[in-house]
């Protein structure tokens, strides 16, 4: 079955600092793996998919299958990066896009 | 931009009351999913539905669940007799084809008491 795990249910650094959300995933296949992030009271958006191989807002992730990871990361911190992150799985091919989220990650930002 | 957009925004009900949550996708989506959030959990894959039929349900999603298209705008998940259980924060998506990112809109939170 597959799982996806983001350990740290809060995550709190300071401005300018580096941000790391991690994420774990258990899955049998070759997967595709996502980042979505939601504001507060704005709907869940997408940040980043890993084969778009993109830098969104800063951010950046990439896929290690030998540990079964995809971490987000961000140099450098900002305020307006306050949110709440989700990592999110889908099985590559399959007749939908089901997705299987994480438990997600709220990231503060202090000033 | 387009957004996908969820009615109403809260909505509480008494157990064993049927409910309807509603959702316009985008206009020119063609795929339509609905996902939920128990407070506290994760977001869960509930149903997808393309060409005006389901393609793939979960286990949460038994007989007291179903969906509709009844036009060609509006997306509508029915709970035909709530359960405590059933609060949650529900939320729809569409893509436009297959492998598309998602879109979803803001959710409707339903309480049941």
């Known amino acids: 079955a597959q799982r996806v795990t983001q350990p740290e249910k809060l995550l709190s650094v300071f401005k300018g600092a580096p941000v790391e959300l991690k994420c774990n995933y258990s899955y049998s296949g070759s997967p595709e793996l996502f980042w979505y992030v939601q504001y507060s009271r704005q709907r869940l958006q997408l940040l980043l998919r890993h084969i778009s191989r993109e830098s969104i807002k800063g951010f950046t992730a990439d896929l290690n299958k030998g540990e079964t990871s995809f971490h987000l990361k961000k140099p450098f911190a900002q305020e307006e990066d306050s949110a709440m992150y989700y990592c999110a799985l889908k099985n590559s091919g399959g007749s939908n896009y089901k997705l299987t989220f994480g438990k997600g990650t709220l990231l503060t930002v202090n000033p | ?113």
């Open chain 2, 1 to 113: 931009e387009p957004e996908v957009t969820q009615t109403p925004s809260h909505q509480v009900t008494q157990m064993g009351q049927e409910v309807i949550l509603r959702c316009v996708p985008i206009s020119n989506h063609l795929y339509f999913y609905w996902y939920r959030q128990i407070l506290g959990q994760k977001v869960e894959f509930l149903v997808s539905f393309y060409n005006n039929e389901i393609s793939e349900k979960s286990e949460i999603f038994d007989d007291q669940f179903s969906v509709e298209r009844p036009d060609g705008s509006n997306f509508t998940l029915k709970i035909r007799s709530t359960k405590l259980e059933d609060s949650a924060m529900y939320f729809c998506a569409s893509g436009t084809y297959l492998n598309s990112p998602l879109h979803f809109g803001n959710g409707t939170r339903l309480t049941v008491t």
